[in-house]
């Protein structure tokens, strides 16, 4: 036995051309059923599988032609749905891809925020102490007159 082989669309057609070919030979009125009948008993059973192999071919080859076209539509709307799909995956993938651009955007701004306020900080405690130091001089002099001024005499 060989190897059940695919049918193409094209060849659907030629097989369900072939089929009504042989329903219209053999069903061919009176003309091709009298030189059949008058054969006798083993030519209505041929007449007869003849019959019944035209029509599997022609039901055959209509079924093919139904699910080839049912096939089809099933592959085209597959497609669609591909199609969408991968719209969605690539929006996705831009809209992550700006949120990931702009997380880090701010985080270099606040990285330089954090740079620039730890300066400024760092500015204002150098100030505080040269305030400070400049406080003492005040201060000494403030206690040394409370010493002198106050108390023990």
């Known amino acids: 036995m060989g190897q ?22 053999i069903g061919n009125g009176a003309a091709g059923r009298g030189i059949i009948e008058g054969e ?14 035209g029509t599997f071919v022609s039901v055959i080859s209509l079924a093919g032609a139904a699910f080839s076209h049912w096939r089809k ?7 669609a749905f591909r199609e969408a799909m991968n719209e969605m995956v690539r929006e996705e993938r831009e809209n992550r891809r700006d949120s990931f651009v702009h997380l880090r955007d701010r985080m270099d701004a606040l990285e330089s925020r954090k740079s620039s ?5 760092e500015g204002r405690l150098s100030r505080i102490e040269g305030e400070l130091k400049g406080i003492r001089t005040t201060m000494d002099k403030i206690q040394q007159w409370f010493i002198d001024n106050a108390g023990g005499k």
């Open 4 to 25: 059940p082989r695919q049918v193409q669309a094209g060849q659907l057609a030629e097989n369900r051309l072939t089929a009504f070919a042989i329903t219209a030979v």
């Open 40 to 53: 006798g008993l083993t030519m209505e059973i041929a007449y007869f599988v003849i019959m019944a192999v």
């Open 73 to 79: 539509k099933q592959d085209r709307q597959f497609e």
């Open 117 to 121: 306020a730890g300066k400024e900080v």
